[in-house]
């Protein structure tokens, strides 16, 4: 079993930051590929970002140039850095680590830490 627990969501103005964390641990022989989702109520979990083992990043769109994801010192940890936050950011955020070097098609997903960007 694998457990992930994030934690620093909360609430921020807009154009603020935040800074999520994400630590997994269990049964971990491996450094697999490590992501952020977001969902809000009535709307799909949505990826916002990922990194691969050997360090490779993706976004979704919405976030680019504002979201950077990178690894802890153990690799088994990650971190989304939220910089520029809007409203539209707001939403339940999630971590999820996959079952292999490069997919998050199947693995295991944390609680969920909210973030809400208001004034």
């Known amino acids: 079993q694998v457990q992930l627990v994030e934690s620093g969501g909360g609430l921020v103005q807009p154009g603020g930051s935040l800074r999520l964390s994400c630590a997994a641990s269990?049964?971990?022989?491996?450094?697999?590929?490590m992501g952020w989702y977001r969902q809000v109520p009535g709307k799909e979990r949505e990826l916002v970002a990922s990194i691969t083992t050997r360090g490779d990043t993706n976004y979704a769109d919405s976030v680019k140039g504002r979201f950077t994801i990178s690894r802890g010192a153990t690799k088994n940890s990650i971190f989304l850095q939220m910089n520029s936050l809007k409203p539209e950011d707001t939403a339940v955020y999630y971590c999820?680590?996959?079952?292999?070097?490069?997919?998050?098609?199947?693995?295991?997903w944390g609680q969920g830490t909210q973030v809400t960007v208001s004034s």
């Open positions: 269990g049964r971990i022989f491996t450094i697999n590929a």
């Open positions: 999820k680590r996959g079952t292999d070097n490069m997919s998050l098609r199947f693995g295991s």
